[in-house]
């Protein structure tokens, strides 16, 4: 009995913990106000372009109230809440400035002490910061308790989160694998070995090899130590287009698939990553492997897609760090944030622009890809085993959220689909007896 | 509890960590002469094998392998030997491979002389290609054919001399200072991770590979046995020379050496191997004095010896003897013996692994130390040499090589002066060199700390 009663106890604080605390009230206070002043307005398109925490949180803290509030805001069908924020620097906001331009309301959140509450000062400025329109102050109790428990929730639902679904083992080295909803409506993976490419198709938790395309490689080649790759898909006509590169090859191959035959299309001088829009125009983006060597090159090629083609003429170059991965995050069909791996194991953000932003304060390993929906795998940066690293990207800014540790190496992570759910496809290789046994595992998300 | 340690250390993984491609690792080789590919002393063993890819190498492990062929088969009832030149290769310049290259390379070697080449040169009837395939037939069933092909002297070559095989390439080259090698891009082995090579001819403190004797303390190297030892050798081409001066010049020319870090040759070969012990009584410096004193003696030497010149005319005049040293690049030397029969003493030396056989050693030192006193006595040897190899009967390979090295030295063929065993000081800052089965250290994945 007094077991029992102990447990109702402990089960009515961790309620309690979660409902209706300091957090939650402040950052409902802070969004019934601005709706408050806004709903008289319609169309109107206002952002927090100045965030500064003096208060005693943290700077995990900051970054969980600063979420919890534009969540909120976000909320408001009538409104239009912009998200400008790039990052956090020394607890404050880095916004993203160049894009006020198209905004009505300015709002300037700051976080204070007041004896044992935080409290939360808010300005609402009109266009060009020209003048204030409307000012708030709000305070709150938030318990060290509840401090804590934002902490934890990073790690603490590691059941839930990230799993293993599936792991094959495979005889050859593979250079790179992608899942792409294609024709039939049905989805596909693609496998991508040095001297061919498999074609999948999933059938429940199956996959059911379609075809083998050969691949032959063209001068000029650089013959490699170790192979490396990269595979690209997009679907286009109902048709699945793939390009293949690698850093044995100075270009990628382009080829079609359309449910029965696959045809060649060409090649590219670069290995796409990615394919989105900038002023409604198409474009694939990506890079080149430094011949023969372990990495890209410092460069980001954007190459022009007009109805569908691609215009070879139409490239043009950003620079960046030489690296070993890359991650294009996409908001819709945009470029939302530009990522790196670089050469000394540093995670790197980028604006759109491309201007380096955030850079990691601990190393990583050399591989990392995203899964599609807001999560990004990172190798580990060990000389023993590997620890896959997931981080969930939340308003562009990553947090991680799971650590799993690796019986051998990490050689790719790449975005994939297994039985209708998004995640990683991570190729794992182990060496046994001077023997190397190379085994592909999907991880992702254990959401019911 | 040490075989599961063993184990687990075996089962744990590669390395999340990629290879950084960086740094330059200094060698003191002897400058070479040109980049026509030669063999004749040890330090051109290791430079010519940075710049061009042998056709075929033994791996760690002594197993046949090849960066150039995917596929290389002997079939012994056909008796051809099949090649498939690797898809895509290219020379440093980007020219692409071919297997008239593979032609090429092959009619150069067996025109070389040197015993490889000639024992190979025996063995082939013809050769032809077709595609990506080369064939050699051979005259007769061969059954070590492919061990044959693994010379160190049968490399990749293109018809254009500015276009290279192997890991590195010349990039720069100060005559008498140095040589700058950098990646060939094309390396059909894959690119080194190394960002250069810097070859300098001078006595550089402590490069971070050098050649040196063996048991030298260094702090910070490692030190790997060779396993090659380079034999010096008096010689007497024409034939037509007094047994006083050459013995006089012998003993001469071995108190030199042995001042001069090399070490006391009592057998053709190596003391270690050798059935018979050569006892030559050295003369009196008053006598050799007495003999060499007007002799006008014009003493030919191989250009690989060139570092012992200074050194070679002052102990010359220290002694007040006047002898004239010519010194003859090391590729043309036997051309030039043959067509300049004057030459009456010849300083030469040979490299020598270890592993080889005995009977190969001998071979080769009849062939390219007999030039015109080759004669059917000679011959006979050759083919008793190549018969006892076949029967696999050691007792009686023994017993040939004491005759044939008693009747060389009684003939007066040649005379052993010196020798010398080298070792390989590595500096530890690099990791990953590994010796090939010829002492020649291999570059291909060797990076910084």
């Excluded at chain 2, 550089?204 to 060779?226: F, I, M, Q, R, T």
């Excluded at chain 2, 034999?231 to 010049?249: D, E, Q, R, V, W």
């Excluded at chain 2, 011959?379 to 060389?408: C, P, Q």
Aim: net charge positive; aromatic share 16%; charged share 25%.
């Amino acid at each position: 009995m007094k077991k029992l009663t102990l447990i109702t106890v402990f089960f009515l604080l961790i309620l309690k913990s979660l409902t209706g605390q300091g957090f939650e009230i402040l950052t409902g206070k802070i969004n019934n106000s601005i709706n408050s002043y806004f709903k008289n307005k319609t169309e109107i398109k206002y952002s927090i372009v100045k965030f500064q925490n003096n208060s005693i949180l943290t700077d995990i803290e900051g970054q969980k109230f600063y979420q919890l509030l534009v969540s909120k805001l976000e909320l408001n069908k009538n409104l239009n809440f912009i998200d400008l924020l790039l990052d956090f620097n020394k607890k404050n906001g880095v916004f993203n400035l160049n894009r006020v331009n198209g905004i009505d309301y300015s709002v300037y959140i700051n976080l204070t002490n007041n004896k044992n509450k935080i409290g939360s000062g808010i300005v609402v400025y009109s266009r060009d910061l020209e003048k204030i329109v409307f000012v708030k102050y709000f305070e709150t109790l938030i318990k060290k308790g509840e401090r804590d428990l934002l902490k934890i929730k990073n790690y603490g639902f590691k059941d839930s989160a990230f799993v293993k679904f599936f792991e094959i083992n495979l005889n050859n080295q593979l250079l790179d694998v992608c899942s792409i909803n294609g024709p039939e409506d049905s989805i596909y993976s693609i496998f991508y070995y040095f001297d061919k490419v498999e074609i999948y198709k999933h059938e429940g938790k199956t996959l059911k090899k379609k075809i083998t395309e050969k691949l032959l490689w063209e001068r000029p080649f650089f013959p490699v130590i170790k192979k490396e790759g990269k595979l690209f898909s997009l679907i286009k006509d109902k048709e699945i287009y793939f390009f293949v590169g690698g850093n044995f090859s100075s270009y990628s191959r382009v080829f079609s698939y359309d449910g029965k035959t696959v045809n060649k299309k060409g090649k590219i001088n670069f290995i796409p990553f990615s394919k989105f829009t900038i002023n409604n125009i198409d474009y694939l983006a990506g890079s080149k492997y430094a011949s023969g060597k372990n990495f890209f090159l410092g460069k980001i090629f954007f190459m022009a897609l007009k109805n569908g083609k691609i215009i070879s003429s139409e490239i043009f170059i950003k620079k960046v760090p030489e690296f070993f991965s890359a991650i294009f995050g996409k908001n819709e069909n945009n470029l939302n944030t530009f990522s790196i791996i670089d050469k000394n194991y540093l995670f790197k953000r980028f604006t759109q622009d491309f201007n380096e932003k955030v850079v990691s304060k601990i190393k990583y390993g050399f591989a990392a890809g995203n899964s599609g929906d807001n999560y990004i795998g990172l190798s580990g940066y060990t000389m023993n085993n590997d620890i896959l690293n997931i981080m969930n990207v939340d308003h562009g800014i990553e947090n991680e959220s799971f650590k799993q540790d690796i019986n051998g190496s990490i050689s790719f992570i790449s975005k994939g689909i297994w039985n209708e759910k998004k995640g990683l496809w991570i190729l794992i290789e182990r060496n046994k007896f001077e023997n190397n046994s190379f085994h592909l595992q999907f991880w992702g998300r254990n959401k019911k | 509890m040490k075989k599961l340690l063993i184990l687990l250390i075996t089962l744990t993984f590669l390395g999340a960590i990629k290879e950084k491609y960086e740094g330059t690792l200094n060698i003191r080789l002897n400058e070479p002469v040109n980049f026509s590919h030669s063999t004749s002393n040890y330090s051109d063993t290791i430079f010519y094998s940075l710049i061009y890819e042998n056709f075929f190498y033994l791996n760690k492990k002594a197993d046949i392998s090849s960066n150039i062929f995917s596929q290389y088969i002997y079939e012994k009832e056909k008796r051809v030997v099949t090649l498939k030149l690797k898809p895509n290769l290219s020379f440093s310049t980007g020219a692409p491979v071919t297997t008239k290259n593979i032609k090429y390379s092959l009619r150069f070697f067996l025109n070389r002389d040197i015993s490889a080449a000639k024992k190979l040169s025996r063995v082939i009837r013809s050769f032809r290609y077709e595609g990506d395939f080369f064939y050699i037939d051979l005259n007769y069933n061969v059954p070590d054919i492919l061990n044959i092909l693994t010379a160190p002297e049968l490399v990749l070559l293109s018809l254009n001399e500015q276009a290279f095989s192997g890991q590195f390439f010349p990039s720069q080259w100060e005559r008498n200072k140095f040589m700058i090698l950098v990646p060939n891009l094309f390396y059909p082995g894959g690119r080194s991770y190394l960002n250069q090579i810097k070859i300098v001819f001078y006595d550089y403190y402590y490069p971070d590979l050098y050649l040196g004797d063996p048991g030298s303390v260094n702090k910070g190297y490692s030190e790997k046995n060779s396993g090659i030892y380079q034999n010096i050798y008096l010689s007497f081409p024409s034939g037509k020379t007094g047994t006083n001066t050459k013995i006089a010049l012998y003993s001469l020319l071995k108190n030199f050496l042995l001042k001069f870090n090399f070490v006391r040759l009592n057998s053709l070969t190596s003391a270690e191997e050798s059935p018979v012990s050569v006892g030559i009584k050295k003369f009196s410096f008053r006598k050799i004095r007495t003999i060499l004193r007007y002799s006008q003696i014009k003493l030919y030497i191989s250009s690989s010896l060139k570092r012992i010149e200074k050194d070679l005319l002052e102990y010359l005049k220290s002694y007040n003897i006047n002898i004239s040293l010519v010194f003859i690049e090391n590729s043309k030397l036997k051309e030039f013996i043959k067509s300049n029969r004057s030459v009456k003493f010849l300083v030469s030396e040979k490299l020598f692994n270890k592993k080889d056989h005995i009977e190969d050693k001998i071979r080769s030192i009849i062939s390219e130390l007999s030039f015109t006193r080759f004669n059917e006595k000679y011959l006979k040897f050759l083919k008793e040499l190549e018969e006892i190899k076949n029967i696999n009967n050691e007792e009686l390979l023994i017993e040939s090589v004491s005759n044939i090295v008693t009747t060389l030295i009684n003939d007066e063929f040649v005379l052993p002066l010196a020798h010398k065993k080298f070792s390989l000081y590595i500096n530890n800052n690099f990791k990953d060199i590994f010796m090939d089965y010829y002492g020649r250290p291999l570059m291909q994945m060797v990076k910084t700390k």
